[in-house]
């Protein structure tokens, strides 16, 4: 099954991409001006980038859950190299929204290397431990008609990233590309596995890097907004409109546990990820919390 490929995948520098991300899109991505007061949302596909999206929205609008709950997420801060259902890019939908712009990506920094180095657009890297986020895109390809809804087993998508022919590429190469920025001062690495534990202190940490003042009530507010049970039945963010998506074969929003890997992974395999997490991420001064 390392040799699985799902219909109109391309690759660029190693990135497995889907049709509906040209590469015209990607090119234009690497001109747009990004301005101060601009966020972007950078992560690895399954590290809980919806979860993180809905929190920067509502530190951004003052914790406005009424008005959070009438558009969907994608309106709100778009995915820019995605055609969502094949319409508008989310880069072609920022040019008709003023600034300052909130936008989301599951690039590798690359692209965005001179808006990173120009440093005025606020960047929120989100980063889940390399297990869980593997076990989270098994899932995620068997549910999703866009790349072919794998039939092979957790193995054989193990096989696929050993392979780094995963959707957006290797983890640990993905990582590596964004966590270079992770010190520069428009640059907050958020976990996933702290938006569990201390979900009010992350919401605070994200407000003071992002320049806004929140009040406790509405802290208490956007905690409760984003537990699992809650956006599991919020219809802007658990993408359950989305026709490529088969919430029946695994719901999108599906168990949002931290630990769940070990359901699934053999001893090697978790030998194989933990030397990657060794060598690749350790090394940034970054760690992870497994369990
Ligand atoms: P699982 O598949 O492990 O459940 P992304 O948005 O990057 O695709 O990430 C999806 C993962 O984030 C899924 O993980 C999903 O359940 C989890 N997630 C989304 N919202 C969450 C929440 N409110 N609480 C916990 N996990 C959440």
């Not at 778009?78 to 599951?106: A, D, I, N, V």
């Not at 001062?185 to 202190?201: G, T």
């Amino acid at each position: 099954m390392a040799d699985y490929r799902f219909p109109g995948e391309w690759i660029k520098d190693g990135m497995v991409l889907e049709e509906n991300v040209t590469s015209e899109t990607i090119s234009r991505l690497e001109s747009f001006e990004m301005l101060q007061g601009d966020v972007l949302v950078a992560t690895y596909p399954k590290t809980g980038t919806t979860w993180l999206q809905e929190l920067v929205w509502l530190v951004c609008n003052n914790g406005d859950t009424r008005k959070s709950r009438s558009v969907n997420l994608n309106g709100r801060i778009p995915f820019l190299e995605y055609k969502m259902g094949g319409g508008e890019s989310g880069l072609e939908m920022l040019q008709t929204k003023s600034p300052p712009h909130l936008m989301m990506t599951h690039l590798r920094s690359d692209t965005f290397r001179t808006q990173i180095e120009a440093g005025k657009v606020n960047i929120v890297i989100g980063i889940r431990n390399p297990k869980d986020t593997l076990v989270s895109f098994y899932h995620f390809y068997r549910m999703n008609r866009s790349l072919g809804n794998f039939k092979g087993s957790w193995d054989d998508f193990f096989e696929l990233h050993k392979a780094k022919h995963i959707l957006c590429g290797d983890y640990f190469r993905w990582y590596s590309s964004w966590l270079q920025y992770k010190d520069k001062p428009n640059v907050l690495l958020v976990k996933y596995e702290d938006m569990h534990r201390r979900m009010p202190d992350v919401i605070k940490d994200v407000s003071n890097f992002l320049g806004k003042k929140l009040p406790q009530n509405i802290i208490d507010g956007i905690v409760q907004h984003l537990s699992f049970d809650n956006m599991s039945k919020n219809n802007t963010v658990n993408r359950s409109i989305m026709a490529t998506f088969d919430n029946k074969i695994s719901p999108f929003l599906r168990k949002g546990k931290v630990g769940d890997w070990k359901n699934y992974f053999s001893k090697e395999q978790s030998d194989a990820v933990d030397k990657s997490y060794k060598d690749i991420i350790e090394p940034f001064g970054v760690t992870l919390s497994f369990e």
